[in-house]
């Protein structure tokens, strides 16, 4: 099966299953995996479900399936290339343009800054009406209520990982600290 030198997914110390490259059928994580992504190490949270990434910009991609009649969470990892995806600063505003509060006004954003293990992130939420899409923000007819995005760039050496949670808010905050320990999880 042919593989993507950045990302591969071992389960108990063993190589499981790609993330990218052949399409393989989806993953529940009952008990703990394990990501590569860059070269670093992340412990999968149990119960996300992988998936083929749907882009060559996405290094992973997970789901957290909702009670029925629900959308799912949605955990993606972005890895534009070595000083590519642009600073976090820019992607903040692009995210939070993404955002309307229920008069169509822009939302508040909780930003945060902190080290692990020598890698600095940059912790942003957003809560509202979520136009999700490139650029600033996607058509109002596919924005949906009450929606989190949680979005994490660890900006390691070998280059910016930007990591998303996103879905509806009821179930991303459950998701909220393992999402933040997924991203945080990064060891050489």
Not at 64 to 73: D, I, K, R, S, Y
Not at 86 to 113: C, D, I, T, Y
Not at 135 to 148: K, L
Not at 156 to 177: I, N
């Amino acid at each position: 099966m042919p593989t993507h030198p950045l990302v591969r997914l071992a389960a108990h110390g063993t190589l499981a299953a790609t993330l990218l490259g052949a399409v393989s059928p989806a993953r529940t994580h009952a008990q703990s995996a394990t990501a590569t992504l860059l070269g670093y190490r992340t412990t999968v949270p149990t119960g996300w479900v992988s998936g083929q990434p749907s882009s060559s910009m996405r290094l992973a991609e997970y789901k957290v399936p909702g009670a029925a009649g629900t959308l799912p969470v949605e955990i993606v990892v972005y890895f534009f290339g070595p000083g590519q995806g642009g600073s976090p600063e820019a992607n903040l505003e692009r995210w939070k343009s993404q955002f309307s509060n229920p008069s169509g006004g822009p939302v508040q954003e909780a930003v945060s800054h902190e080290t692990v293990r020598g890698i600095p992130y940059t912790i942003a939420e957003y809560r509202g009406t979520y136009a999700r899409g490139v650029g600033m923000g996607s058509s109002a007819d596919a924005a949906r209520p009450d929606h989190i995005l949680m979005a994490i760039v660890a900006e390691t050496p070998k280059g910016t990982l930007f990591f998303q949670c996103f879905g509806p808010s009821a179930a991303v905050e459950k998701q909220r600290a393992a999402c933040l320990s997924f991203a945080r999880g990064l060891t050489p």
